[in-house]
């Protein structure tokens, strides 16, 4: 019965992979009739491909040196599991970001069509990012398990993954904030010119960036949790409850699988009068009520009884939950985003100000609500129950993702269409999409830092059982020591990303001011901007810049374990995942906050564009955009990864 359960979830992911590449058919059939689309989407996919083989060409020394040390020190196996991980990792970006860059024109261009066409264009560039991501993580986990039939060796496929999405994160963030920072204070701020004007030097870096940063980058954090939280809870029930444990989390993410597929076929709507956030809701909405209803039917079936049932359900409902309160810290529509604006009245000091305390205040419920789900989760499961509750947050990840990467491609496409000086009606419906786009990352973004939550304690779970640990002592001076190191690893590590941000910032307004001053014509339309060079500024600095807090990652959990031993080891990573969580809610919804707030306002409230308000808001937007695109996101792979270095060295700190 286990073998062919395993078989039949590795199924799943056959169908993942086929509707990906159905979708991706979809995708490329569509032809574009303007040049000049086609001719900016090629630059676009050309640049972000380019940063992508010079980022993975970084990468591989990283993933021989990790492999080799495995194999010295853990086992032969677990080197090959951690490089099967990386590799399956690195392809599931390079996929959906080949096809997401070639999206985004035919999207603008499906927009001259009206608002139903784009909107199927984006998504379905969008789903082959969400279902090669489900696809490639549960094939390898079945694949690796049916070789080596040992849960706990698996982890180390959990670890590839998170060391490649650690990078892609860092990296991507770096990239995209660099470019974005310097087009917007030098090309709106100083220049006073729209954004994505073909004028601004740093306006292809910056579209190529929200595809490096929120389609690979997302790409890659999601992969990770979701093969983890699934790894953790095979960890943990191979033992409490041996083969049906390691079989019932597996045939949870098949399910998910199923569901998000059925799910993409009610993200549609009527007529251009209806609401397209409404059709991308519904498809996660019936997403989640099927793996509810699929998981009733399943957990007696395998387990016996009902009770994990209860525990899957807290952490989906939990997860759909933290998504929706997400929205409401961030969406214009509500009253925290609209009182930024309006403090924006009186400078940029009173926005920064306003916009710390909504992003400080908003951790308060998705911080009750991931309680909420641990608590009932272990009631109904014990550590157990806490990994299943993680694996149904996660189980609907092909559909949150496909919608999740639907928004950098709607972004493109407005870029694109302002580029290339398409109607008013067309940039009407491509900014529309693109609004919409803007709360679907922040949905996507609060998911990513509630499911980082419980799956970093479904690993945490995996190394207390690895080790043998029945408690966290406070009152012993090691661990205590080692729980105020973990707290203060994720500032020093936001630290090093947003200090990244700013060198490369520096770097980029330097080179549009230049540009500006020294080809003659360029701000009067006459001359072309050097596109190449803001490009390349982006990729040296994301490239050496990831360094650093990589490594951070990785030494780290190593160093505490081997010198202070496991119990200091638990208490750094319980003091990471609290003080990780807060700061990842903090930033990401500080920074979702300010630039709606700065977009509410270019909707022509207090004064619209080109007044002193605008400007103030967009100061607050850019100090936002390394807090949600660079910092805050990264921390949700550096709790996970610290976790699951800690698991799989837990063999070797022991000795």
């Excluded at 550590?383 to 694996?391: D, H």
């Excluded at 638990?570 to 977009?599: C, E, P, Q, R, T």
Aim: proline content about 3%; charged content about 15%; glycine content about 12%.
């Amino acid at each position: 019965m286990e073998v062919g359960a395993v078989v039949l979830v590795g199924l799943s992911g056959v169908l993942a992979l086929w509707f990906a590449w159905k979708s991706a058919l979809k995708v490329l059939s569509f032809k574009v009739e303007v040049e000049r689309m086609e001719e900016l989407s090629r630059i676009i996919n050309r640049s972000a491909m380019a940063f992508l083989r010079r980022e993975y060409t970084v990468l591989i020394p990283f993933v021989l040196v990790v492999a080799g040390v495995l194999a010295w020190k853990v086992s032969y196996a677990s080197a090959v599991c951690f490089a099967v991980g990386a590799s399956l990792s690195g392809l599931a970006g390079w996929v959906g970001m080949s096809i997401a860059t070639r999206a985004n024109g035919k999207t603008s261009f499906a927009a001259t069509m009206g608002v139903n066409r784009a909107l199927e264009i984006a998504f379905s560039g969008g789903t082959v990012m969400g279902m090669s991501v489900v696809g490639l993580g549960i094939l390898g986990i079945t694949a690796l398990y049916l070789i080596f039939r040992d849960a706990t060796l698996v982890t180390s496929f959990g670890f590839g993954a998170s060391s490649i999405a650690l990078f892609a994160r860092v990296g991507g963030g770096i990239y995209t904030k660099a470019a974005d920072v310097g087009a917007d204070l030098v090309g709106k701020v100083e220049a006073g010119i729209p954004e994505d004007d073909p004028r601004n030097p740093a306006v292809i870096a910056d579209n190529v960036g929200d595809n490096v940063g929120d389609i690979a980058g997302m790409g890659a954090d999601l992969f990770e949790s979701y093969v983890n939280s699934i790894i953790a809870a095979m960890s943990v029930g191979a033992v409490v409850f041996g083969a049906r444990g390691v079989v019932y989390p597996l045939l949870l993410a098949g399910l998910g699988i199923v569901a998000a597929a059925v799910g993409t076929y009610f993200v549609k709507i009527k007529d251009e009068s209806s609401d397209p956030q409404k059709a991308l809701q519904t498809g996660n909405l019936v997403t989640g009520a099927l793996v509810m209803g699929g998981a009733f039917v399943l957990t007696p079936a395998v387990m016996g009884d009902m009770k994990l049932f209860w525990a899957v359900v807290s952490g989906v409902v939990a997860g759909v939950a933290i998504g929706y309160v997400t929205e409401y810290f961030t969406s214009s529509a509500y009253s925290h985003v609209r009182r930024i604006a309006e403090a924006s009245l009186t400078g940029p000091a009173t926005n920064l100000i306003m916009g710390i305390s909504v992003g400080m205040y908003s951790t308060s419920v998705p911080t009750l609500l991931i309680a909420a789900a641990t608590f009932l989760s272990y009631k109904f499961g014990g550590l157990y129950g806490i990994a299943c509750a993680a694996v149904g947050m996660l189980s609907i990840t092909g559909m949150t993702l496909s919608v999740d990467a639907y928004g950098p491609i709607a972004d493109n496409a407005g870029g694109i269409a302002e580029m290339s000086h398409m109607p008013p009606e067309v940039r009407r419906i491509t900014d529309r999409l693109d609004a919409i786009g803007n709360t679907t990352a922040a949905i996507g973004k609060g998911l990513a830092i509630g499911s980082a939550a419980l799956t970093a304690l479904s690993l945490f779970a995996a190394y207390a059982t690895a080790t043998g640990l029945k408690a966290i002592d406070l009152m012993d001076a090691r661990v205590m020591a080692g729980a105020l190191v973990g707290g203060m690893l994720p500032f020093l590590f936001s630290s090093f990303a947003l200090q990244a941000v700013g060198r490369a910032a520096y770097s980029m307004v330097e080179e549009v001011r230049r540009q500006f001053r020294e080809i003659e014509g360029l701000l009067e339309g006459k001359a072309s901007p050097d596109y190449e060079r803001c490009v390349d500024i982006s990729t040296r600095a994301a490239l050496r810049e990831m360094v650093i807090p990589g490594l951070m990652a990785v030494l780290a959990p190593l160093a505490v374990g081997y010198f202070m031993g496991p119990a200091a080891l638990g208490g750094m990573l319980g003091g990471s995942i609290v003080s990780g969580v807060m700061l990842a809610i903090f930033m990401a919804n500080a920074g979702g906050a300010w630039d709606n707030a700065k977009k509410y306002i270019e909707e022509g409230h207090y004064g619209g564009k080109k007044t002193p308000p605008h400007a103030a808001a967009v100061v607050g937007d850019t100090v936002g955009d390394p807090f949600k695109d660079t910092a805050g996101p990264s921390l949700n792979i550096l709790i996970k990864l610290m976790s699951i270095i800690a698991v799989v060295f837990a063999p070797f700190m022991l000795g």
